[in-house]
């Protein structure tokens, strides 16, 4: 098994539904992430984790939402889609030690939002 | 302008060239400088990482950090079919508002040809 997985691996929703893309692993870091990768503009960060109840905003936020429900589990919620979040989702993880450089990502959520 | 800049290329080049792929950025509180690996259709793996500047050498892989000039570099000799791929520059600061997390490159695809 993956050390991060991510479900599901694809997804196409319509405009205005609510979608949760899950994300689980068995690295037993505390420290998890969610980026979205666009062509031409790299990974950035939506959200972030450093523990079950510390969760914060990345730098594109906004039309998203979180939630840690276990050490081993992140949820990233779009609350209402839209096309422009077309994108291929990442998850990570990373212990405290390693935060600074050594993420474990995901195989990534590809979604489609028509 | 975005704190790190990468050419995303794409970079053709002949199996056994040199390769030489480069980020530059503008916060100066990096001090971790990472360079991922991405294949089709997976999440991105660590390659190598540095801390502050200088050189580190990893088999056929070499990582250059020149903090003065906001200058990073990964070179990749005798190049293989195999190193075709997103190459991405990550990095991350020990304080500040960027503690512990990210910052990527735009990515450059490369393609190395038989």
């Known amino acids: 098994d993956a050390d991060v997985t991510q479900t599901p691996r694809n997804r196409i929703t319509k405009t205005g539904k609510r979608i949760m893309l899950e994300c689980s692993q068995t690295k037993g870091h505390d420290r998890m992430y969610w980026y979205r990768q666009d062509p031409g503009l790299g990974l950035r960060l939506i959200y972030y984790s450093f523990d079950v109840k510390d969760i914060n905003k990345g730098e594109i936020s906004d039309g998203y939402s979180v939630s840690r429900q276990a050490q081993a589990k992140f949820s990233l919620s779009l609350e209402s889609a839209i096309p422009n979040q077309t994108a291929l989702y990442f998850c990570a993880t990373s212990d405290q030690g390693q935060s600074f450089y050594g993420y474990t990502f995901g195989s990534g959520t590809r979604l489609t939002v028509v | ?114």
Request: hydrophobic share 30%; charged share 20%; with cysteine.
């Open chain 2, 1 to 114: 302008q975005k704190e790190v800049e990468q050419d995303p290329g794409p970079l053709s080049v002949p199996e056994g060239a040199i390769v030489s792929l480069n980020c530059t950025y503008s916060n100066s509180a990096f001090q971790y400088f990472m360079w991922y690996r991405q294949y089709s259709r997976k999440g991105p793996e660590l390659l190598m990482y540095t801390y502050s500047s200088g050189n580190k050498e990893d088999g056929r892989f070499t990582a250059q950090v020149d903090k003065s000039s906001k200058y990073i570099s990964l070179f990749i000799r005798d190049s293989q079919p195999s190193d075709s791929a997103t190459y991405l520059c990550a990095m991350s600061a020990v304080g500040g508002t960027s503690y512990g997390k990210l910052t990527f490159g735009q990515g450059t695809i490369l393609t190395v040809h038989p």
